[in-house]
């Protein structure tokens, strides 16, 4: 048999079967196949079958002609126009924008008691800094303003997102 041939399931078949003969014709004198039990005949056979034939299979595969991946090149970096338009893209999205003045905890009770004209203290002094959330995000801090007859919030400080 060639190197380069498999054996095929009947010549698998009678190396089993002459294996097999040989075994039980040596069964008293000490074989090292007596004393295996099936499973383990069967699992010798294979492993020594896949020794046999490993020369022959996967030659492409070598060690020796591994090299390291490249990678493709992307460009420079700049981004350009591209990345003016997906952010022009975006201009559209619509986002929750929220101005808080300030929190507190009440009771159940308290929140009962509640009507027209009551008063809630905040936990934020008069002229400190309001908290600008958007989407429930602290983006950053402003100052109560009144312009028209209209209550505005002045930007006084952007925070640095925090991933």
Do not use: Y
């Amino acid at each position: 048999m060639a190197d380069d041939e498999l054996l095929n399931s009947d010549e698998i078949e009678s190396l089993l079967n002459a294996a097999k003969s040989d075994a039980q014709a040596d069964s008293g004198a000490g074989s090292p196949f007596s004393q295996m039990a099936p499973d383990e005949l069967a699992g010798q056979v294979e492993s020594d079958l896949a020794a046999a034939l490993a020369p022959s299979i996967g030659q492409a595969g070598n060690v020796a002609d591994a090299r390291p991946f490249e990678f493709d090149e992307f460009g420079s970096g700049d981004f350009g126009d591209s990345h003016d338009s997906q952010l022009h893209a975006l201009r559209d999205v619509e986002l929750d924008l929220r101005i808080e003045l300030g929190r507190t905890e009440l009771l159940i009770e308290d929140v009962l008691k509640l009507k027209e004209g009551s008063v809630v203290s905040l936990d934020k002094l008069a002229g400190d800094p309001v908290d600008i959330i958007v989407n429930g995000r602290l983006i950053g801090r402003g100052e109560v303003l009144v312009l028209n007859d209209n209550f505005c919030v002045r930007v006084a400080e952007i925070l640095a997102p925090d991933f």
